[in-house]
């Protein structure tokens, strides 16, 4: 027998329980063929020698805004440590502005108020940008803010004359001008001036996001949200902007797209009027092991770090701040069962509790008229979840997304949003464990660094940037942080017959690491590098 690749010498977990460790794999056509005695007399087109690292399955990003996460690379970075103050931020806006030319669009992503203590405002970046229009996105994606340009080449000259916009906020002066900020649904006149993206640009994007995850040690991620401009899609052609970026090998990361819902149409010659699919019945599932069709996602509410994420108290000190909900219950139900009836897994971003209960009332009507016992269903974020809500979610079947980076990263801004007796409850993973749902590992890159390695740390810590323990309770072992990245995730999206565990028949996706993640005190997780990746036996990343 003549093998593609061994790859010997190294400290492999394979997190399968039947053979939980090896010296040496073997992979052939892309998947793996065998573990050490089993390739003793097989030769092998290249030996690979990992020099005794530690070895583990490749890790799968639950969440992962692939497109957006290029696209902020590629743009001027505004994320806390590269602005401390509005000052700075200004200063950055004005020497970006300079080096582009008079009517370029100025593009910014990342800032966030929390360390600002204040949002930019379109007087302010008006000061700086040299007449060009500006957009500067909030680290969260569900706020921008733009300056007199921007709102003027939308068709309001002088901020004058905009309209609200149902779900969406819109702050305003003391003349009813908008200040510059737009939250959720409000951003969409302006996001309407620079998208759709040309496939030159999301192909940059997607290449640029494709290296940082491999480096990473990413060798799966879930695209949560394509084809909706007016979200996080970037044009409508987006899933032939991935397969061509497949074929031409500059999306290398294995690719699980979600359609958003309003890419979904209903079907006039159905007798079910309900239905809520795209044409042929296409549905969840379609592709190969490099670029599939995920789920059908939905936004339900904003950001909790915004402060607009749906509650059904109100926000800490702001008693009429209950946050916004993108979609009364009543459609929210209505894209659920639509899709849910058409075949699709659904995934609705769902962040505070009062959009959770939404969600999972809906979910229960759809499966109360159309059971599918295998679903899968997802709630993404199910940031601030009670123990009646775990317990629904886990009854239902349905699959909590949360982002143990987020403790660290914005876990003092959220502590600070709700009252001290419902801090505890916000973005859990333990008692998701506890209730038997299995869980998994995301970033929601770029929201937080796509690096895998910082959010296991705080997934097992769970220590605010503040020094604070946000939720003891809900610390999970290396172990189970580590099966959450991997099979976890592969699981959320019903592959994990293809990835997530070391064995034969498997896709051969694995990383090699600088030491041994149960071996070193969880405080040095987040210090260690990703030495190798190899996606399909074959190594695309070394460092």
Known sequence: MRVDTIFTNARIRTLDPERPTARSIGALNGRIVGFDEELEGVDAAQVVDLDGQPVLPGFHDAHHHLSLTGFRLASLNLRPGAVNSLDELYEAVREHAEGLAPEAWVRGSGYDQNFLEAHPTAEGLDRVAGGRPVILEHVSGHMMVANTRAFELAGYTGREGVPDIAGGGIPRDRDGRPEGLLQESAMAPILALVRPMGLDEVQRNLGLASDQALSYGLTSVTEPGIGEIRMVGNSPLDYHAYQTAVEQRTLRVRTTLMPYITVLHPFTDLPDKDVLGLDLGIRTGLGDDRLRVGPVKIVADGSFIGRSAAMHACFHGEAENFGVLLHEPDALRDYIVGAHLAGWTVATHAIGDRAITHVLDAIEHAQSIAPRPEVRHRIEHFALASDDDIARAARLGVIPVPQGVFVSDFGDGMAAAVAADRRDDIYRVRSLADAGI??????????????????????????????????????????????????????????????????????????????????????????????????????????
């Open 438 to 543: 299995v869980i998994n590992g995301s970033t929601d890159s770029p929201i937080s660094d796509a690096n895998p390695l910082v959010s296991l740390r705080d997934m097992v810590l769970r220590r605010t940037s503040g020094g604070v323990v946000l939720g003891e309770r809900e610390r999970v072992t290396v172990d189970q942080a580590v099966r959450a990245y991997t099979f976890g995730s592969a699981y959320a999206v019903g592959q994990e017959h293809a990835t997530g565990t070391l064995k034969a028949g498997m896709l051969a996706d694995f990383i090699a690491l600088s030491d041994d993640l149960y071996d070193i005190d969880p405080e040095r997780i987040a210090e260690q590098q990703v030495t190798t990746t190899v996606v399909g036996g074959e190594v695309v990343f070394e460092r």
